[in-house]
C-alpha cells in the first residue's frame, strides 16, 4: 500500500509486522497498560526498573511512557521549583527533578497529581524525558527521543511516524 498523506509535507509510514503507526493512535489520547520492562539509568545508577508502565498513545506522537512513582530509587525523584504546565487532556502536570549518580537534572521528569476525568490512571505515574537520561531501554532497545524541547515521547522500533516535534510539525 503506498503512504497515505497526513498533513502537508507529511507521508505516513507503512508499519510492517509487529508495528504501529502514531497516525493510528486516537485523539483524544489512550492510556495503556504494558507488561514491558523498562529501564532508566542515570549516572550509572538504575533508577527504575519495572514491568508495570503506561503508555499514553496520541496521534502523531510516539507513546509516553509513564512508570509507578513507587518503583523508583529513593531519593531518585524530587519536586522540581515552580512552574506548571496544562494539558488539555491529562490537566495540570507538575515536574520533579531527577537524581542519580551524583548529577541533578532539572525538570526532567513530571506528573499529574490530579489528572483530568479519564485519564485517573496516570496518578501516582511518572513520564521521563529521555534525551535527558543516560539510559532508557523499553524491553532492552535504547529508546530514542521525540524531537522537541517540550515533548517527551519514547521512539522504539515498534513505531513509525513520521513524529510531531521536528521543525515544521508544529501545526500536526
Given amino acids: 500500500m503506498a503512504a497515505l ?5 507529511a507521508e505516513r509510514e507503512q508499519p510492517g509486522p509487529g508495528q504501529e503507526s502514531v497516525w493510528d493512535y486516537p485523539r483524544p489520547p489512550r492510556v495503556e497498560p504494558t507488561g514491558e520492562l523498562v529501564r532508566v539509568e542515570l549516572g550509572g ?3 527504575v526498573e519495572t514491568r508495570r508502565a503506561l503508555r499514553v498513545l496520541e496521534r502523531s506522537h510516539p507513546p509516553a511512557y509513564y512508570l509507578p512513582a513507587g518503583d523508583f530509587a529513593v531519593g531518585s ?10 494539558c488539555e487532556f491529562k ?3 507538575t515536574y520533579l527533578d531527577v537524581v542519580g549518580g551524583g548529577r541533578t ?4 521528569a513530571w ?5 483530568s476525568r479519564g485519564f485517573e490512571d496516570l496518578r501516582g505515574h511518572v513520564a521521563l524525558y529521555p534525551g535527558r537520561l543516560d539510559l532508557v531501554s523499553v524491553d532492552g532497545e535504547v529508546v530514542r527521543p521525540q524531537e522537541g524541547g517540550f515533548y517527551g515521547g519514547w521512539i522504539t522500533d515498534r513505531v513509525v511516524g513520521p513524529f510531531k516535534g521536528a521543525p515544521g510539525t508544529g501545526g500536526w
Fill in 45 to 47: 545508577v538504575v533508577l
Fill in 91 to 93: 490537566g495540570t502536570a
Fill in 77 to 86: 525523584l524530587v519536586d522540581a521549583a515552580g512552574g506548571t504546565t496544562w
Fill in 105 to 108: 537534572l532539572q525538570r526532567a
Fill in 5 to 9: 498523506p497526513l498533513v502537508p509535507g
Fill in 111 to 115: 506528573t499529574y497529581p490530579e489528572p
